[in-house]
C-alpha cells in the first residue's frame, strides 16, 4: 500500500488516521525486521506494537523534505528497538557482525577468502566492541558511524542534546583506539584489501 505525502505529514502532526494509515502502508516493513529478531508469534506481536508506540513518539524527527526515505526511517527505528528491547530483557541480540558495521567491500572479487576471511574477523571485532558499550553508545554508533548521520541528526534521532552525541563521539574514539582487537583486525582487513 502506497502511503500519500499529505498522509506523512498529517501523521507527523499527530493524527491518529494518518498515523493507522502508515501502520497499514508499512506494516510488511517491520515485521519483517521483528521477525529477524524473534521467532515466537506472541513476541514478535508484542515487539510490533512496542516499535509502533515508539514511531509514533518520535514522529517528529520525520523530515518533511526526504518522505521518500521514510521506509528506511521506519526500518532502522524498528531495528533499533528489537535491539534495545532484548537488551533491556537481559538477551543476547542476535545480530550478524557484518549487519552491525557496513564494512566496505573490496575492490577484488568477493570470493577471496582472504579478504572472506578478514572482513569476518573485522565484524566480530566490531560486534564485541559494541557489546561492551551501553545501549545509548551503540545505538550513537551505527547512527553516527554506520548510517552517516551528522551529530544533529543522531541527537534528534536518539532525542538527546548535540553535546551529548559530541561527548560520546570522543568516548566512542577513545575506546576504539584502546581496543586493540579492533585496532588488529581493521589493520589486517585494510592491508588485505588494499593488496587484492
Do not use: N
Not at 502502508?25 to 515485521?31: C, M, T
Not at 518520535?58 to 526526504?66: S, V, Y
Amino acid at each position: 500500500m502506497s502511503v500519500p505525502e499529505a498522509t506523512y505529514r498529517a501523521f507527523r502532526e499527530g493524527d491518529s488516521a494518518a498515523f493507522q494509515e502508515v501502520v497499514l502502508g508499512h506494516a510488511g516493513v517491520v515485521r519483517s525486521v521483528v521477525s529477524r529478531f524473534w521467532k515466537s508469534e506472541f513476541e514478535r506481536e508484542d515487539a510490533a506494537q512496542e516499535i509502533w508506540l515508539h514511531l509514533f513518539r518520535q514522529r517528529e524527527q520525520l523530515d518533511p523534505e526526504r518522505l521518500e526515505q521514510v521506509g528506511g526511517w521506519i526500518r532502522t527505528l524498528a531495528r533499533s528497538k528489537c535491539i534495545d528491547l532484548l537488551r533491556r530483557q537481559g538477551r543476547q541480540v542476535p545480530v550478524k557482525p557484518e549487519e552491525e558495521l557496513k564494512v566496505p567491500a573490496p575492490a577484488g572479487p568477493e570470493s577471496d577468502p582472504e579478504v572472506g576471511a578478514r572482513k569476518l574477523a573485522l565484524g566480530e571485532a566490531v560486534q564485541t566492541f559494541l557489546e561492551g558499550l551501553g545501549p545509548d553508545f551503540s545505538d550513537f554508533f551505527r547512527h553516527h558511524f554506520v548510517e552517516g548521520l551528522t551529530q544533529e541528526e543522531t541527537a534528534a534521532r536518539l532525542s538527546v542534546p548535540v553535546h551529548r552525541t559530541k561527548y560520546m563521539k570522543r568516548v566512542l574514539l577513545s575506546r576504539a583506539r584502546s581496543s586493540a582487537s579492533l585496532r588488529t583486525a581493521l589493520g589486517r582487513y585494510q592491508e588485505v584489501l588494499h593488496a587484492s
